[in-house]
């Protein structure tokens, strides 16, 4: 009585009595009954999970420069859920952020989280954020440095006729000219240049000499009416002005001898006079006149008259 001979689908004969196919679904869920054909046989897998044959597999795999999904996020091999440092997450694989840097280098690629990220920069340029700038700016009375140079804006490299480079930047070359007046200010190569003088002074290289010497018997001009070395602008007494040099008052005195130099304000001058002659202003006059004849008759014959 009561032996079976077959059995239902999910269930095997077990002697003369029906068993069910049962057992346990790891990571999922056992076939409905009527579809088992053995122990443990999944139909369906938990998330994370996928059905090999009767049987649950873990989606597995790994994940190059990151870390692979929570298990329960997985739907195939392979897939990412987070990536390394200067990597990203694309659809389930990380990439590497790349790109480029303009005037620069890329940040190492463990601290990039962009691309063209930059992490230092080419001479010239600094970085600001990622990115390279150029070091810019202008510069007053001058040419820029060349850009690869530069440390900072505003850096002067030449300087424009008449100012000179003070580390970087354009210092005009200034100063005074004792004497005189400065250089145009495009026509200075140093300080203190003259290039024109005061009257009385005149232009020794960059500098104002003042016209200077002596003069023979006599005196200087004044400084501001000099207009070269040894001008003379009066003379002592004797000698007179000939253009800007002392001359003596010279000549000959007829009949006589000239005056003492100093004493002189001509030429041909007398000061003293020869025997019979006596001085007549400044001239030798003869003394002169005439004698009458009856008063040396009259003392004649009265000489005459005595003697006897």
Do not use: F, I
């Amino acid at each position: 009585d009561n032996q079976c001979g077959s059995c239902n689908d999910g269930y095997y004969l077990s002697g003369t009595v029906c068993q069910a196919w049962a057992g346990s679904c790891q990571d999922g869920q056992l076939r409905p009954q009527a579809q088992r054909t053995a122990e443990s046989q999944c139909s369906s897998c938990n998330d994370g999970y996928y059905l090999s044959g009767t049987v649950c597999q873990a989606w597995a795999g790994s994940c190059h420069k990151g870390s692979l999904r929570p298990q329960t996020t997985r739907t195939a091999d392979n897939q990412c859920g987070s990536c390394n440092a200067g990597y990203e997450l694309s659809a389930t694989v990380c990439q590497a952020w790349a790109g480029s840097c303009q005037n620069g280098q890329l940040r190492a690629q463990a601290e990039r989280t962009a691309d063209n990220q930059c992490g230092s920069c080419n001479d010239g340029y600094y970085l600001s954020g990622t990115l390279c700038q150029p070091w810019a700016g202008s510069c007053q009375d001058g040419q820029l440095r060349p850009q690869a140079e530069r440390t900072a804006d505003n850096q002067c490299g030449s300087c424009n006729d008449g100012y000179y480079l003070s580390g970087t930047v354009c210092q005009a070359w200034a100063g005074s000219c004792q004497d005189g007046q400065l250089r145009p200010q495009a026509q200075r190569t140093a300080e203190n240049q003259c290039s024109s003088c005061n009257e009385g002074y005149y232009l020794d290289g960059t500098v104002c000499q003042a016209w200077a010497g002596t003069c023979q018997n006599g005196h200087l001009q004044e400084q501001a009416e000099r207009t070269a070395d040894n001008q003379c602008g009066s003379c002592n007494d004797g000698y007179y002005l000939s253009g800007t040099v002392c001359q003596a008052w010279a000549g000959s005195c007829q009949d006589g001898q000239l005056q003492p130099q100093a004493e002189r304000r001509a030429d041909n001058q007398c000061g003293s006079c020869n025997d019979g002659y006596y001085l007549s202003g400044t001239v030798c006059q003869a003394w002169a006149g005439s004698v009458r004849m009856d008063s040396c008759d009259h003392k004649r014959s009265a000489r005459q008259r005595t003697n006897a």
